[in-house]
């Protein structure tokens, strides 16, 4: 049976970087309210207002987190209130998803987080709007609060408002044709490695043990195996395998911006570039062209 004890953990996830006061100012925050607590940090470095990034990155951790964490999530975080008609506001909102809770503005990131599956509870924080100041910095002082006021036990519907929906994001999915998968950019991490939004799912959609080739922005460079780890190919060589979440990724054994360059530089790529791979079915006129 699964525990109500609180986690007693707060996650921040934003795009505000570690060279100014910000993350800081969101720690002493917490620490001012609960002087107990665990105070992880997911990531700072997520593009300016790139929630797309952002739900990716929460979404590759969020199963290592236990049952109960409190997300932050500082990513385009500004609440957009138009009183003349509330469909188009932006409102701070609590979501509860995989047993956890997620905090932020409903401005699409739920949406990309959830793929608007499998939700347990939405709330608006409306309360906190009626204070000007509190818009000065909402993640400090709308996010923070109401996240501590969740792991001391107050219930939901005393912190914020019930709804029914959080706003819409079409997630960027990719193109599948006869024998072809378009995929994109999503992320690259601090090694230079590049991750699609293809999955082993849309991959293997086309077929066990069919012949491939993944090409790229750059048409001289290409992959033609996937691996299943960094080093089943020599120090310096390109690789492409599904990582831990079931992401295509792309990588260069051992490449690093300090050695030499990681694949977003050695393969000349970055966020939203197109990733290609053309299928060659057995028995095709092109696989009967190559024996020749």
């Known amino acids: 049976m699964a525990s109500n004890k609180k ?16 993350v800081a100012a969101l720690k002493g925050k917490i ?7 665990h105070i992880v940090d997911i990531s700072h470095h997520i593009a300016s207002f790139k929630i797309s990034q952002a739900a990716y990155t929460v979404k590759a951790c969020i199963k290592d987190f236990p049952d109960n964490t409190v997300h932050i999530i500082g990513v385009d975080a500004e609440p957009l209130i138009n009183f003349s008609n509330p469909e188009d506001s932006i409102f701070p909102t609590i979501i509860k998803y995989k047993k956890q809770y997620f905090l932020g503005a409903d401005n699409g990131f739920f949406s990309l987080l959830t793929n608007d599956q499998d939700i347990e509870g939405i709330w608006r924080l409306e309360e906190y709007l009626s204070r000007p100041e509190m818009m000065k910095f909402p993640a400090k002082n709308i996010l923070v609060p109401a996240a501590c006021r969740i792991l001391t036990g107050e219930s939901l519907d005393e912190i914020g408002t019930p709804v029914d929906g959080i706003r819409k994001a079409l997630p960027l999915s990719p193109i599948m044709s006869n024998n072809m998968l378009k995929g994109t950019v999503i992320h690259i991490d601090h090694y230079g490695n590049v991750i699609s939004n293809i999955t082993k799912e849309h991959f293997n959609h086309f077929g066990p043990d069919v012949p491939f080739t993944i090409f790229f922005r ?24 599904f990582n831990d ?6 990588a260069i054994n051992k490449g690093t911006p300090e050695n030499g360059g990681g694949a977003n530089t050695l393969l000349g790529l970055k966020l939203n570039d197109i990733i290609r791979i053309e299928f060659t079915p057995r028995g095709s006129k092109t696989t009967i062209d190559s024996l020749f």
């Not at 986690?7 to 910000?22: C, E, F, R």
């Not at 620490?31 to 607590?37: R, Y």
């Open 7 to 22: 986690a007693n953990i707060i996650t921040l996830t934003t795009d505000m970087g570690v060279k100014d006061y910000y």
């Open 218 to 241: 750059d048409k001289q460079y290409y992959i033609d195996r996937i691996s299943t780890g960094y080093n089943e190919v020599t120090h310096g060589e390109k690789l492409a395998f």
């Open 245 to 250: 979440n079931g992401f295509l990724e792309i």
């Open 31 to 37: 620490i001012g309210i609960l002087s107990d607590i």
